[in-house]
């Protein structure tokens, strides 16, 4: 199996939940040769894979993910994947047309949405602000929102990808005990 990310912070723990769980795993960042943004290194990544885990770079909900995505995700089918799971945002409206440009790609598709990772505020961007600024300032007021451990991300990722029978052409939500 395919897993792109597999250097950042969900690819690396679902890289090493596949692995522990005996399967086959083919990291795929930019210091194996990917690149999301060079469509050229998508195919020698893909070739001969049956499954693979996609998590987009930027915001799954920004300019031109649904557009690589979609690509991306077509390809993998012409090439022989038949399994996707794409890591998505719950909640994030901007995040539908990546899901459905997912789901239009011919593939047997998973969506995984999940709440922030409480691994943002220990490894993410965010360490740094809360260091400078001892607090972290969210503009959505006084919303409860989960915080979600990313190795039960990675366990949720790999189930998806090895068990099409039961969840091919779902949409999963990960959310805290």
């Known amino acids: ?14 890289a090493r939940a596949a692995a522990a ?4 795993v083919r990291a795929a960042s930019r210091a194996t040769g990917f690149d999301w943004a060079g469509p050229a290194t998508w195919a020698d990544t893909l070739r001969g894979a049956d499954a693979a885990y996609l998590v987009h770079p930027a915001d799954v909900g920004a300019p031109g993910t649904a557009e690589a995505v979609g690509e991306l995700a077509r390809r993998a089918v012409r090439l022989g994947v038949r399994r996707l799971v794409l890591l998505s945002a719950r909640g994030e409206d901007q995040a539908l047309p990546t899901e459905e440009a997912l789901r239009a790609s011919g593939a047997d598709w998973t969506v995984v949405r999940s709440a922030w990772f409480a691994q943002n505020f220990s490894e993410g961007p965010l360490v740094a602000e809360l260091r400078e600024r001892g607090e972290l300032v969210f503009p959505a007021g006084e919303v409860p929102e989960p915080f979600v451990d990313l190795r039960d991300v990675a366990d949720v990722v790999v189930a998806a990808l090895t068990d099409a029978e039961r969840y091919a052409g779902r949409v999963l939500t990960v959310m805290p005990a």
């Open 21 to 24: 769980a005996g399967l086959g």
């Open 1 to 14: 199996m395919v897993v792109t990310g597999a250097s950042g912070r969900t690819g690396s723990r679902v």
